[in-house]
């Protein structure tokens, strides 16, 4: 037989298919294959009686590298598809349905050693068979006939290993080595799984969402509307009709409660994939996917690629989050993907949000996805009262702080009556700049085209985009003038003032610089719960599906942050956020406030965000963008350009420019908008950047798309990396 096969090299432009020649091969099986000369691991993903090459040139497949087809085909089905519609490599498409550490053969299987009786003699027997004197031989094999197969590191508590040598010598006992699965997070608390009785209106979701098994859904249910609870019964009701789930979260390792409510519910049933396992853990759990050890797979967006057959249900929480579009390569949008997988496997889509997505919200009003609305918390609980604070009139005030005087009492309340407060502002480090008075010099990155953090943890200055570290300035380097100012506000100096506000009271903080080790975000999240602290400060990392009892305030210190940016996507993103973090207040017992600090009071994304007004806001951004013709009503598409040559990359621009202003004047009626530009964020990481934006109709897309796909692949320069994005979460 004839295989085709993709070999599994990176660094080269090779998105071909080889063949090699082999028996009784499986598709979708991984092989070690000869490749130029070197022993180079490939994937089947065909397989044909003749070939068009020179038979006797063909190359015999070296052995397989599983006991197993690593890939499905409905994954090799689902591959095609993303190649065609994200125009991806195949070996880049490959890669994403398997656990990387299987590549180069890095996983090790975990065994140990079992110990156990040799014999099913009854106890009498066999201790008649032992010197009465030997207390210690008598005790093992008592409790072994006992307690059954130990684990050697179980026994060795109680019994020294020489103990069970001997025996095992007598040939009283025998070892063995068995394979163990290793299971992350296994130690979370289980409480006794607390089954909670739907309210009428999840009940009704869950009926809706059952009636179709092969329907499109999208749930908006408010913060707090008990929209996991609906998620988890569909589930246990698909696992139960002998199917399996997927259930996608953002960032799960930051929603410990998630795993907990999970392990509780499914036990084993559920496997754990995301990036904050171990490599060992992380294969185990796909394996344990893969041979039906485990129904339902959860985790951030790879797990859309779960190796699971027979999928009854997707299901996507939190949906309108940006860690759902993949924006370094293989680009791919985890929702369309979803949505395939759900075509291919008959299985029902089930989008939640407080916040859709405009595109979701837009399509569900089309009739393209069932609308299940949620509008109220359980229990009844009153949506958070926010106060809009505006921040100009307290400067005119006379407090250039970074806390309005509202939000000081409002502390200041919330901890006399021993609640919880959360602060949240998108900025890490200590101040966002550092800036000579006296020249206007301002500290930046050698490689990126970044203002550097000041960091006083360690006093230092870093790159916020590539993660470089500076020492920090004594003089300035360009007038030797040592008089220095900062710039805004970040994370650290709140910190830092609330312990000054507030002396006796515990302040925990958490953003990327106090979560890089793999616990840590589960510890400070606990420590919280559990009222070690009585104020979490934190960038968008607090924003998300946390469920504090007692927190009834929540402070957002610069609620214009992301409202300026020219993307057409900084209002939709503003109002998520903003609507997100006040949810996470009074949730529980007392009604919650929000406190919303902001330069510009009456902007209607502030003002709505504060109503928790979805509809409100969907209404008027979404006529603001068919007036101006950007996605949903338009597909934006943006070519990147990226090298350190900045002349090189310049070129290659001005050549694909001029052929896509070709292929503008064959369409003309679909280019809404062409132009060509260097990027906001001039350099990073020693690169230049430039970019091409077009703004297309979507009704030409399948035809343009490909022809500009074909164009870009025209390139001329190694030096310059060429990325085509479709409706880029940024473009900066
Ligand atoms: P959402 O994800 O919609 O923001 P959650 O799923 O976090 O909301 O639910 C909010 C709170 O309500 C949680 O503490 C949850 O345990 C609780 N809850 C959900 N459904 C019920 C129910 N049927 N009965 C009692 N409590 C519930
Ligand atoms: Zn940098």
């Known amino acids: 037989m004839i295989y085709s096969v993709i070999v599994d090299i990176s660094a080269s432009e090779v998105d071909r298919i080889f063949d090699y020649k082999g028996e009784g091969y499986k598709v979708g099986t991984r092989v070690l294959v000869d490749f130029a000369h070197r022993k180079t691991e490939g994937y089947i993903v065909s397989v044909k009686e003749t070939t068009d090459y020179d038979p006797s040139k063909i190359k015999e497949i070296i052995h397989p590298l599983d006991d197993f087809e690593a890939i499905s085909k409905d ?63 008598r005790d093992l094999v ?74 499109k859904y999208l749930l908006h249910g408010v913060t707090g509307s008990g929209k996991t609870e609906v998620y988890l019964t569909i589930m246990e009701q698909i696992v139960a009709e002998g199917k399996t789930c997927i259930m996608l979260v953002p960032e799960i390792s930051l929603t410990p409660s998630m795993l907990r409510q999970l392990r509780e519910r499914f036990g084993d049933t559920v496997a754990l994939m995301h990036s904050g396992l171990s490599i060992g853990e992380r294969y185990d759990e796909w394996l344990r996917l893969k041979n039906g050890e485990a129904q339902i ?44 997988r759900a075509e291919q496997n008959g299985a029902l889509l089930l989008l939640g949000s407080a916040t859709p997505n405009l595109g979701s919200y837009y399509a569900a009003k089309q009739g393209k996805l069932k609308l299940i609305e949620m509008p109220q918390r359980i229990n009844q609980k009153p949506l958070p009262k926010v106060e809009i604070v505006d921040m100009s009139l307290e400067t005119r005030r006379g407090n250039r702080g970074v806390f309005s005087n509202v939000l000081k009492q409002r502390l200041a309340e919330t901890l006399e009556k021993g609640n919880q407060a959360m602060l949240f502002l998108n900025r890490r480090g200590y101040s966002s700049f550092l800036m000579c008075t006296k020249c206007g010099y301002v500290a930046k990155c050698a490689d990126c085209d970044v203002s ?26 360009e007038c030797h003038e040592s008089s220095f100012r900062m710039g805004k506000i970040g994370t650290q100096q709140v910190v830092q003032l609330l312990n000054e506000m507030f002396p006796n009271v515990t302040v925990l903080r958490m953003d990327a610089d106090t ?72 949730r529980n017992e007392d009604t919650g406030t929000v406190v919303l600090q902001t330069y510009t009071p009456t902007h209607y994304c502030l003002q709505l965000a504060a109503k928790q007004d979805y509809l409100g806001f969907y209404k008027r951004e979404i006529s603001l963008r068919e007036a101006s013709a950007f996605p949903p009503f338009a597909e934006i598409v943006r070519i990147l350009y990226q090298g350190e040559k900045e002349n090189d990359c310049i070129d290659e621009l001005t050549e694909h420019y001029a052929e896509l202003s070709n292929l503008k004047g064959e369409y003309s009626a679909s280019f809404y908008y062409m132009d060509k ?18 703004k297309l109709n979507k009704d030409a897309l399948e035809e343009v798309l490909p022809r500009i796909h074909s164009i870009c692949d025209d390139k001329k ?8 994005e479709r409706n880029p979460q940024s473009l900066s």
């Open 75 to 137: 994954l090799l089905e689902l591959g095609e598809f993303m190649r065609r519609e994200y125009h991806l490599r195949w070996v880049d498409v490959l890669r994403l349905f398997i656990p990387a550490e299987m590549r180069g053969n890095r996983v090790k299987v975990l065994s140990k050693k079992q110990i156990c009786l040799a014999t099913n003699d009854s106890l009498d027997v066999i201790l008649s068979s032992l010197k009465p004197n030997a207390t210690l031989q």
């Open 717 to 724: 320069r190694s030096s310059v990396q060429v990325f085509v």
């Open 142 to 215: 008592t409790f072994l006939y006992l307690n059954g197969a130990t684990l050697a590191e179980t026994l060795n508590n109680e019994f020294s290993y020489a103990t069970v040598k001997a025996l095992v010598s007598k040939g009283i006992l025998e070892e063995h080595e068995i394979v163990i699965r290793r299971t992350p997070y296994k130690d979370l608390k289980v409480a006794s799984a607390d089954k909670k009785v739907l309210l009428d209106f999840q009940q009704r979701a869950v009926d809706t969402v059952l009636s179709d098994r092969k329907g």
């Open 297 to 340: 797979a959860v985790g951030a967006r790879s797990a859309v690629f779960a190796p699971l057959q027979n999928i009854g249900a997707i299901i996507i929480d939190e949906e309108h989050d940006s860690s759902y579009i993949s924006d370094f390569n293989p680009r791919y949008n985890t929702a369309e993907v979803a949505n395939f």
């Open 515 to 586: 979560t890089q080790t793999k616990e840590s975000h589960a510890k400070i999240l606990e420590a919280f719960r559990k009222g070690e602290a009585q104020i979490l400060v934190g960038t968008q990392m607090i924003a998300k599906g946390h469920d504090f009892p007692k927190v009834t305030l929540v402070g957002i210190l610069d609620g214009d942050q992301s409202l300026h940016h020219s993307d057409y996507l900084a209002t939709e993103r503003t109002f998520q956020l903003i609507t997100q973090v006040a949810g996470r207040s009074g």
């Open 452 to 477: 550097l953090t000041v960091h006083r943890e360690d006093n230092m200055l870093k790159c916020h985009y590539c993660g470089k570290h500076y020492y920090m300035l004594n003089k300035c380097p």
């Open 677 to 694: 530009m260097r990027c906001p964020l001039k350099r990073a990481e020693k690169k230049y950047r430039f970019q091409i934006l077009l």
